[in-house]
């Protein structure tokens, strides 16, 4: 078994008895324990402050750019061996394994590109600068965005320990921010092997990159207005760390995603059998069966027309009859358990909880016979679909997430107006998908549910063949979503920079404004 130590003040730091014991889902097996008892976490935030981030505001965007670059590099070189991790600790199969690992990779070499682009500059210029009053002509105004001087303090959840830590990351280093990360306990292993490998090969300047494998202690008591704080987890802890009541101060900048009741509608023109239905057949499987439903932008509930919802259960049903669950370190294996015996719980939980406004027309939440493991073993969950034939009455079909393979599909009208207003009853999504070659629909569903999503794929048969998945994020698009989902926005390009920047309005001499501030 490994014994995990944190990185902080520039060292591997063991922490004091009791250590939490993290496990391999499919087995039961013991694979590494870890704590952070002990560790002076206001140190660990002083050192983040006063060695990374000075060391990381001396370069320019380009240089930064080319410390992800390098993180990237380094973390693709030993892929293999990450992904063997990811197997043991996280349930995931070979795929989901890559999906989590390469979006990390990927989303650092895309900020990479981007500091490249950025060129010499170490603050942003934000807008023209514009004369301020009609008597003079010097008198001038401009914008900038400037690294904050604290610290980036981040919180992932377990579900994607390699891209979580690093999509996070990419965003503040590149900013000119120090980052503080915590990894969920349960499935930390993998984040601890990733930045092993970066401290190993020397990729960042001191302080710039601080790791504690497990609680954080008191960590949030010392940060104040110049340092960001963003959460990835569940809605309920979130909440809890809010600033006012939580223990974020209420001047803390605080990002949250938490988690969402995504949706899916399939337009009243899809045919089964074409190939935009066949698209979102093979959409809702996925979503449900990539990291066994433990996705916080998989599909939780499925809008069809009445006259189509048995042809899609027969559909889903079909692919679902093929799935083998297992040991994910099988490779015929398709999906793996559930993270912890305590999500195992929770699935056999939410999906009673849902079947009180709806019934179980597929699967069942019964122990699963998973391949090559002994019965009994393993925190395997079986995939379900459930049938809500009242979605407007229904209460917890819009507002329990089920982390888990279950999905439930539910009848709309056929119209914009009521599509939705049913989705809207998720109360914020991260991510909504629409299939249908109705434009008329498609646009003025589209503009319904904007202010209710932080992403909407918008699908017709010419970029079915094309359309990346519902649940993927993607670096140069935003990732956040209103309400329920947590109200926090990452990534979209730039546009994750703004907060870890503060941005300033300077007013005087129009030439000395633009030789000074403007590269
Ligand atoms: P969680 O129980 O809320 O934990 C999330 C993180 O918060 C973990 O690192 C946890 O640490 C930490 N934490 C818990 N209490 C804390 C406290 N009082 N102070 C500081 N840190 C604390 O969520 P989870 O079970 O790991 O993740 C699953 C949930 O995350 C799902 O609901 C999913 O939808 C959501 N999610 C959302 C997104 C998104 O981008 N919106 C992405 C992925 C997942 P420990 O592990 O050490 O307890």
Known sequence: MVRLKSYVLDAWREGDAPFRTLVNPATEQPVAETSTRGLDFAAVHRHAREVGGPALRSLSFAERGALLKAMSRALYAQRERLIEVAIANGGNTRGDAKFDIDGATGTLSYYASLGK???DAKWLVDGEAEQLTRSSARFYGLHLRVPRRGAAVHINAFNFPAWGT????????????PVITKPATSTA?????MVKILVDEAVLP???????????????DHVDGQDIVAFTGSADTGAALRGGAGPVSASTAINVEADSLNASVLGPDVDPGSDLWSWFVNGVVREMTQKSGQKCTAIRRVFAPEARLDALRDALAEELDRLVIG?????????GPLTTASQLRDYREGVALLSSEGRIVYGSTDPVDAKGVPAGTGYFAGPVILRCDAPREARHVHGH???????????YDGTAEDAAALVAKGGGMLATSLATNDRSLLGALA?????YNGRLLLVDKKVADQATPHGMVLPNLVHGGPGRAGGGEELGGLRGLEHYTQRVALQGNRGLLEKLFVP
Do not use: C, H, I, N
Request: no cysteine; aromatic share 6%; proline share 8%.
């Open 447 to 451: 503009l319904e549910l904007a202010p």
């Open 189 to 193: 292993w993998l984040t601890y092997e």
């Open 166 to 177: 690093f999509e996070k990351a990419a965003v503040a280093l590149l900013a000119g921010v």
């Open 206 to 220: 001191a302080g710039a990159l601080q790791l504690l494998v497990g609680s954080t202690g008191d960590l949030l």
């Open 401 to 411: 997430e089920v982390f888990g393979p279950v999905v439930t599909l539910m009848p």
């Open 327 to 335: 040991d994910p370190a099988d490779p015929e294996v398709r999906m």
């Open 117 to 119: 682009q950025l060129g």
